[in-house]
């Protein structure tokens, strides 16, 4: 039998919020549902979520995991240019951080696919 | 033992300097609904106390909330009325002015003078308490303009001024959820170390910090993740028991919404390690935590936890640091694109190596478009091939910083077909560095404004 699977971008799974503190930016990623939360575990990985910020070359991820709130908090560190003190980024908070995060592309299931929130 | 066992409303009315100032009257009138409770006010992000810093410099009585008017002004009357304290870290570099300041308010107002406590003790001075703070970073602080170095405190001071009669609370820098953690404390006469209810009542308090963006605000994505009212977001209201359990709500008749995905965002913002929320006040864990709604606008956060506080308090030094440029110039139309980027090319290629050049396109709909929108109504928005250039650069020395607005401005003749709208700014930077320090480095403690 053949899986069939589609990619679709990680805001259709999930929903989150940047915050920086110095040149450490955190993003939290909320599964919509607990059913997509094993989902996440295996596909957003840190070292997928270091290599889609490559461009801002972070020296650390960490994924911290909140299975009762099927949630995770990365942490990547080194990816503000210096932070809201030294950078020259409009957006020297990061603030914008989240929404590159969630256009990552991520493989779904095929039967997965049909009830996955989406803009209407 | 508890000294009550009613729960206890505390509604914040600003999230950080900058804030609407009309959410604390929907907040009080829905705390005199509920037959009391506490309003508090964070407005101090980290460089907003070296600015308050320099303005105190420039003038013994400013360096607190410039918005402190509007944000204390319309509700001090009803506070007073129905014993609703007040406490907020609006003092930032000068609480003792601020709270003058309300005083003063309260007198305009013909209201009585309110019990005013004043916390001081988080700024560092002299030379013995700077010696320490050297011991404690790698960084050379006599190489450092200086303009302020202040620790975050915690929550006792608040907690002991509300247990002495306080009505209103005024702070420098504590930590944001202290102003949640103390009146909680004053309240239940919760013990310093009990850690569990402590670390409950410092989640809520990081629930309130940011005011609005608990209840609807910093959410929405048109067609995703909508939300109503976003004109008229209500400010949070927490309502903790007396083991720190606590909901969230928000007052009647106010827009934004409160649901467990808008929860669960604001409970992760600004959080590091979930087991390990460090505050001056204790290490609270969310690991365990859940967030469950229980009506509608209504969310409970439970089961957090709580360890023992760090044994060291941070201090942010702020100092002054380099110049720091940017400029912008718009193209519109035909090869936009290809304009701006010329424009850039030129830029560079007479300041070459002198600034190390940030450069950004900028753009959906500005320039061609009238004031009363009738150009940009209809249609592509990304027909119009808006691109804003904008280009940033910093340096210790302020003629060469200034050379990004020189070059840009002269764009206007020298530069490719077209651009108009030049904007300009140099500004000088506050940086940053961060130390721990030992508690007893740290002298803090509350007055009473009549004895200050």
Same mark, same amino acid.
């Given at each position: ?31 919509? %549902?607990? +059913? /997509?939360?094993? !989902? ?6 840190? &070292?997928? $979520? ?12 960490? %994924?911290? +995991? /909140?299975?009762? !709130? ?6 990547? &560190?080194? $990816? ?26 991520? &493989? ?13 | ?452």
């Amino acid at each position: 039998m053949t899986r069939t699977s589609n990619t679709v971008p990680l805001y259709r799974l999930a929903h989150g919020r940047s915050g920086d503190k110095g040149d450490t930016s955190n993003l939290s990623l909320i599964a919509w %549902r607990a +059913d /997509l939360y094993p !989902l996440l575990l295996t596909a957003v990985t840190p &070292e997928r $979520v270091a290599a889609w910020f490559g461009a801002r070359s972070p020296t650390a991820v960490k %994924r911290y +995991d /909140l299975p009762k !709130l099927h949630a995770m908090n990365f942490v990547l &560190e080194g $990816v503000l240019d210096g932070g809201v003190n030294d950078a020259l980024n409009l957006d020297a908070h990061g603030k914008s951080l989240s929404f590159w995060l969630l256009s990552m592309p991520i &493989e779904v299931p095929a039967e997965a696919l049909h009830d996955l929130p989406d803009f209407h | 033992m508890p000294k009550h066992a009613l729960p206890l409303h505390i509604g914040c009315a600003s999230g950080f300097s900058g804030d609407r100032t009309d959410g604390a009257a929907p907040i009080v009138a829905e705390l005199i609904r509920r037959g009391g409770g506490t309003l508090i006010f964070e407005t101090l992000a980290e460089r907003t106390l070296a600015l308050a810093q320099l303005a105190m410099n420039e003038h013994p009585d400013r360096g607190y909330e410039p918005l402190l008017d509007d944000l204390v002004g319309p509700v001090l009357g009803d506070c007073l009325t129905h014993g609703i304290p007040i406490i907020g870290n609006f003092g930032a570099a000068n609480p003792a002015a601020a709270a003058r300041r309300i005083t003063e308010l309260a007198k305009a107002q013909g209201l009585r003078t309110p019990r005013i406590a004043i916390i001081f003790g988080d700024a560092l001075a002299g030379a013995e308490q700077m010696a320490r703070l050297q011991a404690c970073t790698t960084t050379d602080l006599s190489e450092l303009d200086i303009v302020s170095a202040n620790a975050y405190l915690g929550a006792a001071e608040i907690a002991d001024a509300l247990s002495n009669g306080a009505e209103i609370v005024v702070a420098g820098r504590v930590s944001d959820p202290s102003l949640t953690v103390g009146p909680a404390m004053a309240h239940f006469g919760w013990a310093q170390d009990d850690w569990t209810r402590i670390g409950r009542a410092t989640m809520a308090g990081h629930m309130l910090e940011c005011g609005t963006q608990v209840t609807g605000g910093y959410y929405a994505i048109p067609g995703l993740k909508d939300v109503d009212g976003l004109a008229n977001t209500g400010f949070p209201i927490v309502t903790i028991d007396a083991d720190g359990e606590f909901e969230i709500t928000k007052p009647p008749r106010t827009g934004g919404r409160i649901d467990r995905a808008i929860a669960t965002e604001q409970l992760l913002y600004e959080v590091h390690d979930p087991a390990a929320y460090l505050t001056p006040d204790v290490t609270a864990d969310i690991t365990q935590a859940d967030v469950v709604e229980t009506g509608v606008d209504r969310v409970a956060v439970k089961n957090v936890r709580g360890h023992p506080r760090p044994d060291t308090l941070k201090v942010n030094i702020c100092y002054r640091g380099g110049w720091f440029a940017e400029a912008e110039i718009s193209y519109a139309g035909i090869a936009a694109h290809a304009r701006a980027q010329l424009a850039a090319e030129i830029v560079q290629a007479r300041i070459g190596a002198a600034l190390t050049l940030r450069v950004d396109l900028i753009g959906v709909r500005s320039i061609l478009a009238d004031d009363a929108g009738h150009f940009a109504s209809g249609g592509d928005v990304h027909a119009f091939g808006d691109v804003r250039l904008r280009i940033a650069a910093t340096h210790s020395e302020r003629s060469v910083a200034e050379r990004v607005l020189r070059e840009v401005t002269a764009l206007y003749c020298c530069g490719p077909a077209g651009g108009g709208g030049v904007r300009t700014q140099i500004k000088q930077r506050l940086n940053m560095v961060s130390a721990y320090v030992p508690r007893d480095v740290i002298k803090s403690g509350w007055t009473f404004l009549e004895a200050a």
